[in-house]
């Protein structure tokens, strides 16, 4: 069910378990995209839009976005509004301070400064989560400002600031649904 051009970026994966990852999730991301649209996975017409970020053809309405780990997937879907995923293994071992000097806030930093290290490392995780995923709905990717993007995590995940198109008022992030071990976070962006 996958394109040429997909069948092609498979083939140069260098590693069989990356290059079976890649057309698992794509295969996956056809299959929900057709049954969104009503059509068979291969008629799934995926092109490159702006920035490089993956769009529907004729379908300017709908937006998908795709992100995995290990052996966990997540797809979002939705209409009318962006949508970006991101999906971290909550056991990832990550350098949690020099994560939070270069891309967490003030505020961000104070949250996580009185946590002990295990609770500090999800935080960073979680805050991770929302700020991929808002670069993914974007399509600025890792060439988002993370610094300035001030997620609160007390309560629901909000954000309370940011610049350009990352305005709090059109955005809403949500916890996804996923297997324990991991952490995911949905990202609707409704543009003015």
């Known amino acids: ?63 998908f976005n795709v992100s995995h780990t290990g052996d966990v997937a997540i797809i979002g879907t939705l209409s009318d509004a ?31 400064a009185p946590l002990e290290p295990e609770s500090a490392r999800r935080a960073v995780l979680t805050l991770w989560t929302c700020k991929e995923a808002m670069s993914k709905a974007t399509g600025d990717a890792l060439s988002a400002p993370f610094a300035s993007l001030d997620v609160d995590l007390t309560g629901r995940r909000t954000l309370r600031r940011g610049a350009g198109v990352y305005r709090p008022e059109q955005w809403s ?15 609707i962006w409704r543009p003015a």
Not at 31 to 54: H, K, M, N, Y
Not at 86 to 107: M, P, Q
Not at 173 to 187: C, G, M, N
């Open 173 to 187: 992030l949500h916890a996804a649904s996923v297997p324990d071990h991991y952490i995911a976070t949905i990202a």
């Open 82 to 112: 962006r949508v970006g995923v991101d999906v971290e293994r909550i056991d990832r071992r990550i350098n949690t301070a020099g994560i939070a000097s270069k891309f967490l806030t003030d505020n961000e930093r104070a949250f996580i």
């Open 1 to 63: 069910m996958l394109s040429d051009d997909e069948r092609a970026r498979a083939a140069r994966y260098g590693l069989e378990a990356l290059r079976d990852r890649y057309v698992i999730g794509r295969a996956g991301l056809r299959r929900v995209l057709g049954l969104t649209l009503g059509v068979p996975p291969a008629d799934v017409s995926i092109i490159r839009g702006e920035r490089g970020r993956p769009q529907l053809a004729g379908h300017a309405t709908l937006d």
